[in-house]
């Protein structure tokens, strides 16, 4: 009895070869479809200004992106966003007042202000998952609710307006958005982080075994307190851009957002269990996906309610590709 | 003490739980020797290297490294010192390349903190070379097959200047080829003058390998001796110790007729084709070496893995697909001899655990659970098995002994009255006297009808305990015998040869 039954094999796991470029081939389609349904989608023009659209988001999925290969989440993200704003405005209204609005410091001092609101909540979210050893899910949604909380004490939610930031958000330099700039830049910077420094390969490290990265000598602690940090700055970053893009700081700006933004970083190949993907191409793939699939619809004209539904399938989407494409322990 | 000596344990010894792992454990470790260290499963063996690698402290005794106190109070102390282990599971990331998983704790730095990947290639390319492993330094170790992956962990400790390394049965996942370059690489590393310890329970590989070997068994030392000095029957005996005839004990009983027939029974290649029958009130020992699909089989018969073909005829019903389900509402119980995963939930109080298969049948009325029945049923399997739990309300099953944790494991099966127990090494890491009451609770419960599936690596005890013996290889049943005609030499034959 020699003849051994095939056993039926795990159909999705066919797919495999396929999901390595789904994202390309899910790029490709969409971008024909949204192409197809309205002329104006392939252009030079709208592809800047969906770069500059996704710019903001983007900062974030980078910080999302590090976090995310030490296997660690942060569902703070987008009230972090909100919380910089919001701190901005604030710091805006009474330069305003004063007069002092517009010098080249009242914008060192903005910007200050919104890394260092980004670096706090890092800090802590750092302290409560490397430290206290809280589970990431829990303390960043801790976190989260905090970080709206006081935000919208602060701002007795009320909405703001910081035309003064247009320049930054919707400006061009040399014929390219300012924000997909400094978008470009980050990418190139913590890329080379990632890939070049020893900080950045102890991480893919800490991310596939964090155990074993422990024993040999890592200091697992430090690296995880920083991603969390550089997680929470960028955040900062996300958040003042983001403001000067919309001109107005509403009590639902950016709500929800942390999940695009976790997506984002998946759908570009970074998995939520931890030691795999990369700066670039990989958040950036995410980021121009995501991004693609926005201003398609709004070009599109499609119902707002229609996003949500879109969201949710962006995250189911990820999540599958990752689970599919996640092979177990590979020791 | 002579000067060639690099390390001496004096009088360590190490219980947990109140029971005695090591006791008084004395040994020097020449420079430069490969030192075998054999032992049954329990004797000791990785407890000891544990103390010496600074995961676990030694309860009385001291160690001297090169002459100096050593008193490491974490594996990385170990480590700083020259001591590197090679475990079972290797600690390599497998997401990084071969040269990066090298040189992960201290990377090479140049320009802008960028980590100097040409330098790590050169480095890494040399060591490579050396050992003739087939791979190159970009190659990402999750391609790699265990043998290379072991050597690549054997380089790491040579970077790190190790002068001791411990390998703990470095052979069980490597293919013959990958062995047999392993076994080139150790004789290596000893003539560069790096001391061994080579911890396994295949004794053709210590004899062939080592110097000298050290016989541990249930936490003594029994000896060590100069391998050209002693045979191998010799050590089997000193591991071993006891003579076959320990006593086991025995009930009258009577074995009645077949209620339990399994047909055809195959899965994949580890179980093969499988048919046997089992009486009422029968035991039935079933023996084979590592990788002869015993446990495999044991699932497929509780229903845990799904079977591709045949089928199970249970007190008259035939069964096609078998699910845990329909095995626990038919009587038929598993236990497991990985409590930790499958059988105990180790935070859960004693009490928790033992009704936790018994719940269903203790609810009252609108679902609420009794808490005095609880109580009542616990306590009295509790006294029946002898479990020794200080108070089973307050008492996790993690702050048992090995021994009791499988007694609570037997105690929640027994509340479900099986007629049927399918028990795959129940008695693996349990002390000797808890041995002996758990072979007695087997024997009260085939005594009182049930019939039991013995599953054990231990030929002694399933000669001891059981009434037929069958013997598994290659994921086949190649002999059965009854209690008159058990034969060691047979026995293991059989289970090393398959069929003759």
Known sequence: MESVATAP?????????????????IFVVLAIFFGVMNHRFATVNNGLLL?????????????????LIVAGLDLSVAQNMYLSAVLIAIAMDSMRKAGTLGTVWSFVFIFGIALTTGAVIGTINGVLVARWKIVPFLATLAM???????????SHSKVFFVPELGPISNGRWLG????????????????????????GRQLMAIGNDSASAQKIGINVNRNVFFVYLICGVLAGLAGLLAAGQGGAIAVYFHQGDEFLIISSAVLGGISLFGGKGSVFPGALIGIILVGTIVNGMTMMNASPYAYTIVRGAIIFLAVMVDSINYKGELR | MNEETILVLKDISKSFFGAMVLDNISLEVRKGEILGLVGENGAGKSTLMNILGGVLPPDTGSMELKGHAFTPANPRDADKAGIAFIHQELSLFSNLTVAENMFIDDLPTGVLWSVQFDKMRTEAREYIEKFGVHTTPDTKVETLSMGIRQTIEITKALIKNAEIIIFDEPTTSLSQTEKDNLFKIIPQLKDQGVTIIYISHIIEDVFHLCDRIAVLRDGYLVGVEEKDQVGKNQVIKMMVGRELNQVYPTVEKTIGD??????????????????FDLRVGEIVGLFGLMGAGRTELARCLFGADPIDSG?????????????????????????TEDRRQEGLLMPKTVKENIVLAKLNDLQERLGMVSSKREDQEADKVIKELNVKVKDKNK????????????????????????????????????????????YTIINNMAKNGATVLFISSEMEELMGLCDRIMVMSKGKIVAEMPKSEYNQEKIISYAIGGVN
């Open chain 1, 9 to 25: 094999t795990f159909s999705a796991k066919k797919l495999i070869p396929l999901l390595q470029y789904g994202v390309y081939i």
């Open chain 1, 51 to 67: 770069l500059q659209q996704a710019a903001p988001i983007g900062i974030a999925v980078i910080g999302m992106t590090f976090v």
């Open chain 1, 144 to 154: 989260q609710g905090i970080a709206r909380g006081v935000a919208l004490i602060a």
């Open chain 1, 176 to 199: 390219f958005p300012v924000v997909t700039i400094i978008l470009f830049a980050l990418i190139f910077i913590f890329d080379y982080i990632l890939r070049r420094t020893t900080f």
């Open chain 2, 258 to 275: 077949v209620i339990y027939r399994a047909r055809n029974i195959q899965r994949g290649t580890a179980v093969r084709d499988i048919s």
């Open chain 2, 311 to 335: 089928e199970i005829e249970y007190k008259g019903k035939r069964h096609r697909k078998i699910s845990p389900e329909l095995s626990i509402k038919e009587g038929v119980s598993f236990v």
């Open chain 2, 395 to 438: 008492q996790a099953a993690k702050n048992l002994s090995g021994g009791n944790q499988q007694k609570v494991v037997l105690s929640k099966w027994i509340l479900k009255e099986p007629s049927m127990f399918v028990m795959d090494e129940p008695t693996r890491g349990v002390d000797v006297g808890s041995k002996y009451e758990i």
